[in-house]
C-alpha cells in the first residue's frame, strides 16, 4: 500500500507528468495537523479513533513474498526453524473467547506466511472464501444431515483409537475432530450476512466491506483473531501492486478501504465493542514518491504506514513523521517487532514472553518494545 497515497501524504505531485509527490487530493482530519489522502474521507472523520504508525521500516527488501512473511511472522524466513504469524501467536496464548467457534481465521485464500509454524497446526487457522457460505470444508456432503454425520462419527471412533497418539496423526485427529464440531448449524449461523441491516451492509460497501462485516460478526461470536485480504478479485485490475498504468486504478481500492475501515469502526463503537477490539490495517511495504516510466509506482521498505484503532489504545492521529517523500523516519521510528509488540501489549499479553519450538525457546518478538506513547 502507497503510504504517500493514503496516510503519509506528503507534496502534491502527478502520475500523468511522472512529478514525484502525492498523487491526490489533501485533506484535514478529525485531529488538527494531521491529513490524509482524498479518497479517505470517511476515515479521516474517525481519526482520532486511530493512530497510523507512519514510520514502520525494515532492511529485509522488497519481494512481496519475504516481506509478507515477515510482516506476518515479525522474522525473516530460517532454514532451522519456521516461525508462527501472529495470529497463530494469539491462537495460542489466549485461545477463542468461545469455544464454540476457532481462535484465529482468514478471510480469504491459504498462505505458509499465516501458519503456525513451529506452534503446530492446533494453531493454524480456519479459513475461507466466500463470505455466504463459510468455510468450504465445513459443509456437508448432499443428503448427510444431522443424525448421519453422528452415526458416521460413532463408526471413526473406534478407528481412531487404534492410530499413535503423537505427532503429525495426532494433529490430523484433533483438527478432524475440530472440523466435525464446527460443521454444525450454530457455527455456519454467523455467516448469515442477510441478518444485517440493509443500510449497514451498503454503508460497509463491496467485497471487502462484505469481509469486514463478517470479521465483525466473528469477533461477536468470540472468533480471538481475523485477517481479512483486500481485493482477493482483483476488482481494479491489478491489486495494490501499482506498477506502471496500474497506478490510475489504484483509488478504487483506497476508497474500498476508506468504506470498510469507518464502516467497521462505527459499527463497532455503535455495539460498546471498539474499546475491546483492536483493528489493524497492514501491508508488506509502501511505495516510493517518484513515478516509474509507465506512471506508477516501485516498491520500498525504508518508511511505510501501518494503522492501529480502538483496542483501547491511547490514540493520537498519527505516530511518528517521516522526510518530505515519505522516504525514510525522522521522528520515532517503528521496527516490525516493535509494532508487533504494541499489538501483542494491547491484547495484554507480555511481548517478551519465550515461546518453545521443540527444547529451544524462542522470544514472541524479535526484541521489540511496544509504542509506549499509545498506553496509559
Given at each position: 500500500?502507497?503510504q504517500?497515497?493514503?496516510?503519509?501524504?506528503?507534496?502534491?505531485?502527478?502520475?500523468?507528468?511522472?512529478?514525484?509527490?502525492?498523487?491526490?487530493?489533501?485533506?484535514?482530519?478529525?485531529?488538527?495537523?494531521?491529513?490524509?489522502t482524498?479518497h479517505?474521507?470517511?476515515?479521516?472523520?474517525?481519526?482520532?479513533?486511530?493512530?497510523?504508525?507512519?514510520?514502520?521500516?525494515?532492511?529485509?527488501?522488497?519481494?512481496?513474498?519475504?516481506?509478507?512473511?515477515?510482516?506476518?511472522?515479525?522474522?525473516?524466513?530460517?532454514?532451522?526453524?519456521?516461525y508462527?504469524?501472529?495470529?497463530?501467536?494469539?491462537?495460542h496464548?489466549?485461545?477463542?473467547?468461545?469455544?464454540?467457534?476457532p481462535?484465529?481465521?482468514?478471510?480469504?485464500?491459504?498462505?505458509?506466511?499465516?501458519g503456525?509454524?513451529?506452534?503446530?497446526?492446533?494453531?493454524?487457522?480456519?479459513?475461507?472464501?466466500d463470505?455466504?457460505?463459510?468455510?468450504?470444508?465445513?459443509?456437508?456432503?448432499?443428503?448427510?444431515?444431522?443424525?448421519?454425520?453422528?452415526?458416521?462419527?460413532r463408526?471413526?471412533?473406534?478407528?481412531?483409537?487404534?492410530?499413535?497418539?503423537?505427532?503429525?496423526?495426532?494433529?490430523?485427529?484433533?483438527?478432524?475432530?475440530?472440523?466435525?464440531?464446527?460443521?454444525?448449524?450454530?457455527?455456519?449461523?454467523?455467516?448469515?450476512?442477510?441478518?444485517?441491516?440493509?443500510?449497514?451492509?451498503?454503508?460497509y460497501?463491496?467485497?471487502?466491506?462484505?469481509?469486514?462485516?463478517?470479521?465483525?460478526?466473528?469477533?461477536?461470536a468470540?472468533?480471538?483473531?481475523?485477517?481479512?485480504?483486500?481485493?482477493?478479485?482483483?476488482?481494479?485490475?491489478?491489486?495494490?501492486?501499482t506498477?506502471?498504468?496500474?497506478?490510475?486504478?489504484?483509488?478504487?481500492?483506497?476508497?474500498?478501504?476508506?468504506?470498510?475501515?469507518?464502516?467497521?469502526?462505527?459499527?463497532?463503537?455503535?455495539?460498546?465493542?471498539?474499546?475491546?477490539?483492536?483493528?489493524?490495517?497492514?501491508?508488506?511495504?509502501?511505495?516510493?514518491?517518484?513515478f516509474?516510466?509507465?506512471?506508477?509506482?516501485?516498491?520500498?521498505?525504508?518508511?511505510?504506514?501501518?494503522?492501529?484503532?480502538?483496542?483501547?489504545l491511547?490514540?493520537?492521529?498519527?505516530?511518528?513523521?517521516?522526510d518530505?517523500?515519505a522516504?525514510?523516519?525522522?521522528?520515532?521510528?517503528?521496527?516490525?517487532?516493535?509494532?508487533?509488540?504494541?499489538?501483542?501489549?494491547a491484547?495484554?499479553?507480555?511481548?517478551?514472553?519465550?515461546?518453545?519450538?521443540?527444547?529451544?525457546?524462542?522470544?514472541?518478538?524479535?526484541?521489540?518494545k511496544?509504542?509506549?506513547?499509545?498506553?496509559?
Amino acid at each position: 500500500m502507497s503510504q504517500i497515497d493514503t496516510f503519509d501524504p506528503k507534496k502534491r505531485g502527478s502520475s500523468k507528468t511522472r512529478t514525484q509527490g502525492t498523487d491526490y487530493g489533501v485533506i484535514s482530519t478529525a485531529v488538527p495537523g494531521v491529513s490524509f489522502t482524498e479518497h479517505l474521507a470517511r476515515s479521516a472523520r474517525l481519526a482520532d479513533r486511530m493512530t497510523v504508525v507512519r514510520t514502520v521500516n525494515h532492511l529485509l527488501g522488497t519481494e512481496h513474498a519475504l516481506a509478507t512473511n515477515f510482516i506476518h511472522t515479525g522474522r525473516a524466513i530460517s532454514g532451522a526453524i519456521t516461525y508462527p504469524s501472529m495470529g497463530s501467536v494469539v491462537s495460542h496464548e489466549l485461545g477463542a473467547v468461545d469455544e464454540k467457534v476457532p481462535a484465529y481465521m482468514v478471510i480469504g485464500y491459504p498462505s505458509a506466511s499465516r501458519g503456525p509454524g513451529f506452534l503446530g497446526a492446533k494453531h493454524g487457522y480456519l479459513y475461507l472464501v466466500d463470505t455466504e457460505s463459510g468455510p468450504a470444508g465445513l459443509s456437508s456432503p448432499e443428503g448427510i444431515d444431522g443424525d448421519r454425520l453422528a452415526v458416521r462419527q460413532r463408526l471413526l471412533e473406534p478407528l481412531q483409537h487404534r492410530l499413535p497418539s503423537a505427532g503429525l496423526v495426532e494433529e490430523y485427529k484433533d483438527a478432524q475432530k475440530e472440523a466435525l464440531r464446527l460443521a454444525g448449524a450454530g457455527f455456519k449461523r454467523h455467516f448469515k450476512l442477510g441478518e444485517e441491516p440493509a443500510p449497514l451492509r451498503e454503508r460497509y460497501g463491496g467485497e471487502f466491506g462484505q469481509r469486514c462485516l463478517l470479521a465483525r460478526r466473528l469477533v461477536q461470536a468470540g472468533v480471538r483473531f481475523v485477517e481479512v485480504s483486500h481485493n482477493m478479485n482483483f476488482v481494479n485490475g491489478v491489486g495494490w501492486d501499482t506498477h506502471q498504468q496500474a497506478q490510475v486504478q489504484q483509488y478504487i481500492l483506497i476508497r474500498q478501504l476508506d468504506d470498510a475501515l469507518s464502516a467497521l469502526i462505527e459499527d463497532l463503537e455503535s455495539k460498546k465493542l471498539l474499546e475491546k477490539t483492536l483493528i489493524v490495517v497492514g501491508t508488506e511495504f509502501g511505495r516510493p514518491a517518484e513515478f516509474d516510466g509507465g506512471g506508477g509506482r516501485g516498491h520500498q521498505s525504508s518508511a511505510f504506514s501501518l494503522v492501529l484503532a480502538g483496542g483501547g489504545l491511547n490514540h493520537r492521529g498519527t505516530y511518528g513523521a517521516t522526510d518530505e517523500w515519505a522516504k525514510r523516519p525522522v521522528e520515532n521510528p517503528v521496527s516490525v517487532p516493535d509494532f508487533h509488540a504494541t499489538i501483542y501489549a494491547a491484547l495484554g499479553m507480555d511481548p517478551a514472553k519465550e515461546l518453545t519450538s521443540g527444547s529451544r525457546p524462542v522470544p514472541m518478538t524479535d526484541g521489540g518494545k511496544p509504542i509506549r506513547a499509545l498506553f496509559g
